[in-house]
């Protein structure tokens, strides 16, 4: 199967999971306290989440995403490329914000929120789609590094200092 395929199924079945997630009718397993620890935790991963979901965002258009230009086709086909894990020519390593410590922080905080639907709904199925979705990203973050590595000459060293997902936790 060639990359361009392999990117194409990776953002499919992102999207679908994050559709299933969304949709998915709340379970509650009726274990009383329990049941509110679990959607107290569940909102906290997944603010947790969209919080790094939006400062990754706002980093990487910052620097690295092309001014939409041209006809109302062009803009839309730019702006629905950048969710493939290859880089678009004119692209820059981003390695400022959340991008210091984490490679992927945009798909580390897709994983948040994913955990936090699943832990906070039911948990069942909504716990399987999160660990699906986490298995799909972490697939797919290996194949952008490996356009990454090609594109990007410093890319190697930069990724030796960070993590993929979630920042590195050092004893001192």
């Known amino acids: ?96 914000g959340v991008f210091r410590t984490v490679r992927h922080p945009i798909y580390g905080g897709l994983i948040l929120i994913g955990y936090g639907v699943g832990v906070g709904s039911g948990p069942w199925p909504q716990l399987l789609f999160a660990i699906a979705l986490h298995v799909t990203l972490r697939y797919k973050a290996t194949l952008e590094e490996k356009f990454l590595a090609e594109k990007f000459e410093d890319y190697a060293a930069y990724s030796l200092r960070t993590n993929r997902f979630f920042p590195k936790v050092e004893d001192e």
Do not use: Y
């Open 1 to 96: 199967m060639n990359d361009t395929l392999k990117s194409r199924l990776f953002v499919a079945a992102q999207f679908g999971l994050l559709l299933l997630l969304a949709i998915w009718p709340s379970n509650k397993a009726g274990w009383g306290v329990l049941d509110f620890l679990f959607e107290f935790v569940g909102v906290l991963l997944f603010i947790g989440g969209a919080i790094v979901l939006v400062l990754a965002i706002r980093e990487i258009f910052k620097h690295s995403v092309p001014k939409l230009e041209g006809s109302v086709k062009d803009k839309f086909l730019k702006s629905v490329r950048v969710v493939l894990p290859q880089p678009m020519d004119d692209a820059k390593l981003v390695t400022s």
